[in-house]
Each structure stands twice: as C-alpha cells, then as structure tokens.
C-alpha cells in the first residue's frame, strides 16, 4: 500500500481534493445562504439547501474543468451517470457543511492578511513599484467579478484554509509506522534466478486446424477492420473570411485619426533633485534657515551645473535619492507633489529651477534627461493598421458568412457545391475515416470527435446528406457528406492463419512452461537445493537490475520468514522464471533524506483522510436530508431530438 501511495502521490491528493472541496474557490463560503424549501430544491444541509440550478451550475463547472484537462478525449457522457450525478450532489452537501462550521467558529480574516494576499498577485507592479489599480480591475472584470466580489471570496477561502490548516494539523505518523513502511521498501533481497525459456517447448507444441478456428471465433476484435468513410467536405475559417475583405487606405488613414493616441509616445522627463529638509509644522526661524541653505546650495550649482549630482549626494537630505545623485527617475503626471511637478514641467533639459517649497522642505530640480512626445507617422504603422482592421472585417465578415454557412448546408443539403459557390469556399475530400479520431490526423478539422459523430449518424450514412454546421475550434465551421461507406469487416481466416499459428503456439507453449516451472518449484521447495541457478544478485524495490523486471514485484513481496524461500514468476514471451531468496537485509547506509520524505508523505496522506474524515463528521452534523433525486439538466434546443 505505501508503495502505491509513494509512486502516485499526487493523483492521492487529486483524487482526495476531488472527494473533498472540489469548488470553494469557484463558488466561495459567503455565496451559501439559507433559501425557502421551493419546488427547485433537491437536498438540505442544516438551514441552507442545495437546488436544482445550483446543481447544474456545479455540473457545468465540472464538465468545463474536465474539457480542458482531456481536450478531444472528453465524453460528456461519463457525467451523464447515477454516479456521476451522485458525486456531484455530494461535494455541494459537503461545501455547505463546512460552510456552515466556518461560520460557527467565527474564522475572520483581516483587512491586512487581506491586502497582503491582493499585493502579491504577480504582474499587478508598476515599474516605479506601486500596485497597478486599474490592471487589477480589468483583470477581474473580464472574469466577471469586482474587487468586492473578489475580496469576499477570497476572505472566504482563506477561512477555509484557516479551518482545513487546523484538521490537517491534528494528523502525524508514527515513528514506528514510518519507520516500518521505509523498511519495507529499502529491504535488499539476494536472489538467484533459473529460467524456463519458451524456446525450449516450442518444438513440443502441435497446434490444430480446430485450434486456428477456435482462436479465429472467440477473438474477432483482433481481426476486424473498421467501418470507413470516404467524404467530401467544407471549412469556413478565419483565414476564408479574411480573403473575401479589403481594407483600404480610406479605412487606414480613418482609423489612424480616431486612434492617434495609441501611436503617441508622450513626453518623458527624468528629474533629480536636491532637498533641505525642515518639517511642515517647523518655526519661522528653522524654516528661513533652511531656505537659506538652498539657495548657497542653488548658488553652487548654478555655477556648475555638471556637479550637480555630485552635491547631491552630499548635502541632499532625501535618502531615498541622495545616494543617486537626487535621481528620482522618470516623473509622472502624479508622481511629485504639485510645486515640484510643475517645476519640473517648466525646465529644458540640463535647466536649474530655484528654490521650491514642499512640505518636507526646500528642493533645487533639474532636468536630466528630456525626451519630447513622439506620434509615430501614419506610414510607420500603416502595415499594423492595416492587420488590424483586416482582423476586425474577417471576424465581422465570418459571423455574416458563419450564418450562410450553417442555413445553406441544411437547406440544399444534398450537396456541398452550393455552399462552396456562395461563399467562394473548396471542396475537398478524404478517404478512410473511421468513426473515432486518427492520431496520425492531428488537428485537421475533419479528425474532429464532435463532426466525425455526425458524419457516421444513421442519416447521414444512410440519405448521404450534409451534414450540419459543426463547430471544431474557436471560428471554424465544416459540413461534410458521405461519398462511400464500407461497414465493418472481418479479416478472413485464410488471411491471418499464418499469425493465429504463430500466436497460439506461444500461448500453447507458456502453458507448457509454467506446468514446468511448476512442478520444479515444488521440488526445490521440499529440497531447498540451488542447482542450475544463476549468480546471487542483491535487488530491491529501488535497485531492480540483476534479475528480469517483470519478477521484481513477486520476489519483493514473497514470505521470507524462511529462508532460502522460493517464487515462480510467469515472464510473457520469455518463459517461467523461478527465483531463490537467500538472505534478507537492510541496506549498509540508511538514506536519512528519503526517509524523511517518506514520513512527510505518510502524514500528508493522513492529514487529507482526516480533513475527510472531519467532512463526513459535519455533514452528519448537519442532518442532510435529500429532498428528491438530482434531474439531468434539459437539452438546448439545437441538441433535442
């Protein structure tokens, strides 16, 4: 059992977090409310209940995650199950639940812990550091939330967490449970092995006629080739639609005036500056005497502009600048208070302003490097411009032409000619498709699950019409109809005979070979006798060289309470394999790292069963009552029957 755990360590986890909070991140702790005992609902969890939309909105989600982790290999049919619709229905009893228990234990999240989790969401940093506002609220708004919605759900996972951190945390392995299970699996064995090999029971096989045939009759599916389809097709795309636009320099030069901005690059003015610092609230006399202080600084520098860097750093009293030279790097339209901002505004490049009050004191400014706005020229992005409108027609003009598509293969359905001709589409076929995709097909859009069930439906075999307008990818559309069909076939036995004699003869022969290997086995159990046996090979469940792969698993496993001990081990397409265990042992040097890695992952594992565990506590607590059976969601109307 550790085994397994070790090696699938994140498919435990996976499959635990499925079982236990599969959505609280998707639909957050504060989104459960208590509603009334309406026709929709189908379970109570305490004073909350689960309904009907509720479950097809979790059915949705679900559906939408498995999608995108099996791409062309989802079946939606695998959610449309009693036990599918069950698991469903119970990861919302269990969200309630522990909604509910979060509640009742006050978990609060604070304003900080908050704001720390919002400033550390990577790429929301400006370049002068501070958090990019308006990005984060785009970046919410195209997944539909606010920054209110976001920081109730957030505040609610973190609550989750707190609650889930403190169960988990109840879990650890024992020392000597650990230790028991790290044994097992470093456990050496020296083992000798003597193989039986098939070659040798070759020659004593006599395979029948009747043998043939019976093999034939009881394993048709090795046999059988595949219906296949040879058809025409249709693709309507973007890069069709794109063919069928022309932007001209009229549309170049419109859209180049109503967008200018967005080919401006604006002024870019990088400061330094010098400070003497006196406090806001500070005496008329300190206040003179600070002014004072700037202007012999102004002075000084004025008389060498060059060295202005230089005093900066030694009489500036602004640490954050003074060790730059009073670099405060490129200034934005809110980056200085308003007298220093238009200060700088009003310098050239190189230019010395006087002296300027701010509230932390007296500042000397100056401009150090001047980069004026820049609007590139219309033939500079003429050819982006014109890309980008090429793109906006095509999209506008593939929705125009998506609609012809789709009404015209329906109604002349009994060829794709005339849809081709009105929108200046191909007409291509291909030959041998079957009924599933074609690895070897990759991503052409005839190799498409979706259209391939639809070009093998019963009406299109059977009236060879067009297809409807199926949908493989984001804007590509493709109808198809059915030129040939050749059902499935059987190979005939004349055909295959030559690999069925071969093939029955190896099976003939393994059996020959274990009834063998066997009999021998029990000999050598009785005598203990090491005869014909090769050289002593130390193996483990880490160090599998020394004797064939295959046997590693039954000589690991095999009882060594006493030794030597025996094992019997079929080896397909070898033969048997007989192993001789003589002694057991731990390793010399114990690897105290691995070790500990495996008792982290045994108290990880215990601490997902107790959170588990802790989940089907409260939603007993909570008294789930079923109110009636979960119902499949109704077909959209383009998928009744």
Do not use: C
Not at 10 to 16: I, N, P, Y
Not at 454 to 482: M, Q, Y
Request: charged share 25%; glycine share 6%; net charge neutral.
């Amino acid at each position: 059992m550790f085994e397994f755990i070790r090696t699938h360590r994140r498919l435990m986890q996976f499959l635990l977090m499925l079982v236990i909070v599969p959505s609280f991140a998707l639909v957050g702790i504060s989104g459960y409310q208590s509603f009334g005992d309406g026709a929709n609902t189908i379970a109570k969890v305490g004073d909350q209940v689960v309904t009907q939309q509720q479950y097809e909105e979790a059915q949705r989600q679900q559906i939408d995650r498995y999608r995108q982790m099996m791409g062309e290999q989802f079946d939606q049919k695998m959610f449309d199950t009693p036990e599918a619709r069950k698991s469903i229905l119970d990861n919302l009893i269990a969200e309630r639940a522990v909604a509910a228990e979060v509640g009742r234990s006050r978990l609060v999240i604070s304003d900080a812990v908050l704001q720390k989790e919002v400033l550390e969401i990577p790429g929301l940093t400006l370049p002068d550091g501070k958090f990019d506002l308006e990005r984060y609220k785009a970046m919410l708004a195209a997944q539909g939330m606010t920054p209110q919605m976001y920081d109730a759900r957030r505040r609610s996972d973190l609550a989750l967490q707190q609650l889930a951190g403190a169960v988990q945390g109840t879990a650890f392995a024992p020392a000597t449970v650990a230790k028991r299970l790290s044994d097992i699996t470093s456990e050496e064995r020296e083992v000798q092995e003597l193989l039986l090999p098939l070659a040798q029971y070759v020659p004593q096989v006599k395979v029948t006629d009747a043998m043939v045939k019976d093999f034939y009759e009881k394993n048709g599916k090795f046999f059988a080739i595949p219906e296949q389809a040879k058809i025409e097709y249709v693709v309507l795309d973007d890069s069709a639609a794109g063919e069928q636009v022309d932007v001209t320099d009229a549309d170049v030069t419109g859209y180049y005036t109503k967008n200018q901005k967005a080919y401006t690059t604006p002024e870019a003015r990088q400061a330094s500056h010098i400070l003497v610092a006196v406090k806001k609230d500070a005496s008329a006399a300190d206040k003179a005497a600070a002014k004072a202080k700037a202007e012999a600084i102004l002075a000084d520098v004025r008389k060498t502009p060059a060295s202005f860097a230089a005093v900066a750093r030694a009489k500036s009293e602004d640490p954050a600048s003074a060790e730059q030279g009073g670099d405060l790097g490129v200034i934005g339209k809110d980056g200085l208070p308003a007298p220093l901002l238009s200060a700088v505004n009003q310098l050239k490049q190189g230019e010395i302003s006087d002296v300027v009050a701010s509230d932390f004191g007296y500042h000397i400014l100056t401009v150090t490097s001047l980069k004026p706005q820049h609007v590139k020229a219309l033939d500079e992005v003429r050819g982006e411009i014109t890309a980008d409108l090429r793109k906006q027609f095509a999209a506008k003009k593939y929705s125009e032409m998506a609609e012809t598509f789709t009404n015209t293969v329906y109604e002349q359905s009994d060829s794709l000619k005339p849809v081709a001709d009105k929108l200046k589409l191909k007409v291509e076929s291909v030959a041998n498709l079957s009924r599933t995709p074609s690895p070897a097909l990759g991503k052409a859009p005839f190799n498409n699950a979706k259209f391939l069930a639809a070009i093998f439906s019963n009406d299109s075999l059977k009236d060879k019409r067009n297809t409807e307008a199926v949908t493989v990818a984001p804007n590509v559309l493709i109808s198809g109809r059915v030129v040939e069909f050749k059902p499935a076939t059987k190979r005939p036995l004349a055909e295959v005979e030559a690999m069925i004699r071969q093939r029955v003869t190896m099976e003939e022969a393994e059996k020959l070979a274990k009834k063998a290997g066997e009999t021998k086995l029990a000999a050598l159990k009785a005598s203990g006798d090491a005869t014909g046996f090769g050289a002593a090979q130390w193996v483990s469940r880490s160090k599998l060289d020394g004797i064939n792969r295959a046997a590693i698993a039954q000589v690991m496993k095999a009882d060594t309470s006493k030794l030597p001990a025996y094992v019997g081990v079929d080896l397909p397409a070898l033969g048997y394999g007989i192993y001789r265990i003589g002694k057991v042992q731990q390793p010399a040097q114990v690897d105290a790292a691995r070790r500990q890695q495996e008792k982290d992952q045994i108290s990880g594992i215990l601490a997902q069963q107790e959170m588990f565990d802790y989940v089907e506590y409260l939603k007993a607590k909570a008294k789930v009552k079923i109110v009636k059976p979960v119902t499949a969601p109704a077909a959209p109307a383009s998928e009744a029957p």
